[in-house]
């Protein structure tokens, strides 16, 4: 994957990262990419928090990749500092090319950058080849159970 840049996105990546978190089965039944307006107000939000950092994966001008790192200063285990790994997505023309790994790869680096001395991630139930992903090929353990509730 040397030929993909990992960057910062910009509000004229919002587009290409919505039409990826709507390629999917989940996706598709939570996001609505005809309206952009509430992305845009969130990556307004999510721009201007040094904790936060929405990336892309860009190739040749084109967004291929993403993923949220959300920096999370703590008080339990002494003080230590997590980072919160959200919303990977690949775009489907470049499924199967490791970009994940890159991803995946940059963010631990980051994290570590950061002073993190955890990444975590939740993944949905039914992902089960991202949990084997995240497990076999990142060296992840699948530690804890996660719980949510829609307000």
Sequence with gaps: MTDVVIRRA???DVPAIIAMLADDPLGATRETPDDLTPYRRAFEAIDSDPNQLLVVADRNDEVIGTLQLTIIPGL????????????????????GTGLG????EWSIEEARARGCSMIQLTSDKTRTDAHRFYIDRLGFTNSHEGFKLAL
């Excluded at 339990?76 to 499924?95: C, D, F, I, N």
């Excluded at 790994?101 to 995946?104: A, E, H, I, S, Y």
């Design 101 to 104: 790994t890159t991803l995946m």
């Design 10 to 12: 910009t509000l004229d």
């Design 76 to 95: 339990s285990r002494q003080g230590a500092t997590r980072a919160l790994v959200e919303a990977v997505r690949v775009a489907a023309s470049a499924r």
